[in-house]
Nanobody
Framework: QVYLVESGGGLVQAGGSLRLSCAAS????????KGWFRQAAGKEREFVAA????????YYGNSVKGRFTISRDNTKDTVDLQMNTLKPEDTAVYYC????????????????????WGQGTQVTVSS
């Protein structure tokens, strides 16, 4: 069963913006840290951004820092990723994930520990 559902992906020109959203379905994740990862064709899954359970700390991958913003709404049990100034190299399938241990810090940059994953949404940035 899929408990996290991503939406908002699509095709956009370089320099444009997209907003991804990830909603809980069938269970609650309000007490979990959450993250966004991406995987381009032929490459390993890469950390994009993460946010702690109460939203007081955020973390970003070096390649997206200053362009992407992660946020969460615990009243709706959602986590969003605002992506600005998109580049062709941002093209990938984007996944949201939830960490039941509600970790903080650099632990959130790794895939290990995220027990719940969505099915992903495709983002394609044309040059």
């Amino acid at each position: 069963q899929v408990y996290l559902v991503e939406s908002g992906g699509g095709l956009v020109q370089a320099g444009g913006s997209l907003r991804l959203s990830c909603a809980a379905s069938g269970r609650t994740f309000v007490n979990y840290s959450k993250g966004w990862f991406r995987q381009a064709a032929g490459k390993e899954r890469e950390f994009v951004a993460a946010i702690t359970a109460n939203g007081d700390s955020t973390y970003y991958g070096n390649s997206v820092k200053g362009r992407f913003t992660i946020s969460r709404d615990n009243t709706k049990d959602t986590v969003d990723l605002q992506m600005n100034t998109l580049k062709p190299e941002d093209t990938a399938v984007y996944y949201c994930a939830a960490d039941p241990d509600a970790r903080a810090g650099n632990w959130l940059r790794g895939i290990v520990g995220y027990d719940y994953w969505g099915q992903g949404t495709q983002v394609t940035v044309s040059s």
